[in-house]
């Protein structure tokens, strides 16, 4: 029985009730957005405008920089995080109101720009097509001209940091950008945050039957969003789903050899929990230096409530501080 601490939040959870709809789609409930503000006679501590990524697949990214770096007449440049959402890869936005909130505080608290990623949600566009959306982003990065990132970037040090789905979206996009890690250049990526990362398999966890009737996050709904997302005729044993699969990927290798390291973050409350534990022994049976940030709470918590999200901030400024080397 949870806490009254650890209370879930209490909003219009699309995770309960998933409605199917003809068509491969879902009935999306409306939900709070927030506007891009880069007003600069604003108060706000982060300024924050939006982007087009591709017109074609209606993809874009949210731009967020510490408005005191903007007023610094030479300012100094800081590190990159890409931030992938989370919402199951069925719901939720870059948008969205308490991710919006979130990026803002990361990027005021850790001292870092952060690029928030507007990807393509499953069913209507199943796996991979969030991780080609997470690869495009990286390309625009790498390339573009646009004046913040060539101004506060970092390019020599950046981290792609997902919660839930979107520490799925950056284990996976990881995999591709290691392998294409030339590719990228001058962008290099340093390592992986994966807050509280949706991962599970065929086989339950003692944390999925423990927490199957998790009022946030039942099994129910992790199994069907995983149904809605991965390719269809696959299992839950497929790579995109259980990381630790037939022995994890070949490319796990090219994180090792270019000095990655990941930052894996969790909370007993979790019926994930245990898949990212596994995960966590993944990584580390590879040879990668792995962080691991373990507490009480609930799924994706941070998110949902920023007086618990001090912590968890304080932890991704110190991984990035012993990652730069």
Same mark, same amino acid.
């Given at each position: 029985?949870?806490?009254?601490?650890?209370?879930?939040?209490?909003?219009?959870?699309?995770?309960?009730?998933?409605?199917?709809?003809?068509?491969?789609?879902?009935?999306?409930?409306?939900?709070?957005?927030?506007?891009?503000?880069?007003?600069?006679?604003?108060?706000?501590?982060?300024?924050?405008?939006?982007?087009?990524?591709?017109?074609?697949?209606?993809?874009?990214?949210?731009?967020?920089?510490?408005?005191?770096?903007?007023?610094?007449?030479?300012?100094?440049?800081?590190?990159?995080?890409?931030?992938?959402?989370?919402?199951?890869?069925?719901?939720?936005?870059?948008?969205?109101?308490?991710?919006?909130?979130?990026?803002?505080?990361?990027?005021?608290?850790?001292?870092?720009?952060?690029?928030?990623?507007?990807?393509?949600?499953?069913?209507?566009?199943?796996?991979?097509?969030?991780?080609?959306?997470?690869?495009?982003?990286?390309?625009?990065?790498?390339?573009?001209?646009?004046?913040?990132?060539?101004?506060?970037?970092?390019?020599?040090?950046?981290?792609?940091?997902?919660?839930?789905?979107? #520490?799925?979206?950056?284990?996976?996009?990881?995999?591709? $950008?290691?392998?294409?890690? /030339?590719? +990228? !250049?001058?962008?290099? *990526? @340093?390592?992986?945050?994966?807050?509280?990362?949706?991962?599970?398999?065929?086989?339950?966890?003692?944390?999925?039957?423990?927490?199957?009737?998790?009022?946030?996050?039942?099994?129910?709904?992790?199994?069907?969003?995983?149904?809605?997302?991965?390719?269809?005729?696959?299992?839950?044993?497929?790579?995109?789903?259980?990381?630790?699969?037939?022995?994890?990927?070949?490319?796990?290798?090219?994180?090792?050899?270019?000095?990655?390291?990941?930052?894996?973050? #969790?909370?007993?409350?979790?019926?994930?929990?245990?898949? $990212?534990?596994?995960?966590? /022994?993944? +990584? !580390?049976?590879?040879? *990668? @230096?792995?962080?691991?940030?373990?507490?009480?709470?609930?799924?994706?918590?941070?998110?949902?409530?920023?007086?618990?999200?001090?912590?968890?901030?304080?932890?991704?400024?110190?991984?990035?501080?012993?990652?730069?080397?």
């Amino acid at each position: 029985m949870a806490s009254q601490r650890f209370a879930r939040p209490i909003f219009d959870n699309p995770f309960l009730k998933i409605q199917e709809l003809p068509g491969d789609t879902v009935k999306r409930n409306s939900e709070s957005l927030k506007q891009a503000n880069s007003d600069p006679r604003g108060t706000s501590l982060v300024i924050s405008r939006d982007v087009t990524l591709d017109t074609n697949k209606k993809t874009w990214l949210r731009l967020y920089v510490p408005r005191r770096v903007t007023k610094a007449s030479a300012p100094k440049k800081l590190p990159l995080i890409v931030y992938y959402h989370g919402g199951g890869f069925v719901y939720f936005h870059a948008n969205t109101f308490i991710f919006d909130v979130f990026c803002q505080a990361l990027s005021e608290r850790v001292n870092a720009m952060v690029i928030s990623l507007e990807y393509r949600l499953a069913p209507e566009h199943r796996l991979p097509a969030a991780y080609e959306d997470a690869m495009d982003g990286l390309h625009w990065i790498k390339s573009t001209k646009d004046e913040w990132v060539s101004n506060y970037a970092d390019l020599s040090h950046v981290y792609l940091y997902g919660t839930s789905a979107g #520490g799925n979206l950056a284990y996976h996009a990881g995999l591709r $950008a290691a392998a294409a890690a /030339k590719e +990228l !250049e001058p962008l290099r *990526i @340093k390592g992986l945050i994966l807050h509280h990362p949706y991962f599970s398999g065929k086989n339950r966890t003692e944390s999925e039957e423990k927490l199957k009737d998790d009022q946030l996050l039942p099994l129910h709904a992790i199994d069907k969003m995983f149904d809605l997302c991965l390719p269809k005729g696959v299992d839950h044993d497929h790579e995109y789903c259980n990381p630790c699969a037939d022995g994890g990927s070949k490319h796990l290798e090219d994180m090792k050899e270019l000095g990655w390291k990941v930052l894996v973050s #969790g909370v007993c409350e979790d019926p994930l929990v245990d898949a $990212a534990r596994n995960c966590v /022994k993944l +990584l !580390e049976e590879k040879g *990668i @230096k792995v962080y691991k940030f373990f507490r009480d709470g609930y799924h994706a918590m941070e998110v949902f409530d920023q007086s618990m999200a001090a912590a968890l901030y304080d932890a991704t400024r110190d991984f990035l501080n012993a990652s730069k080397n």
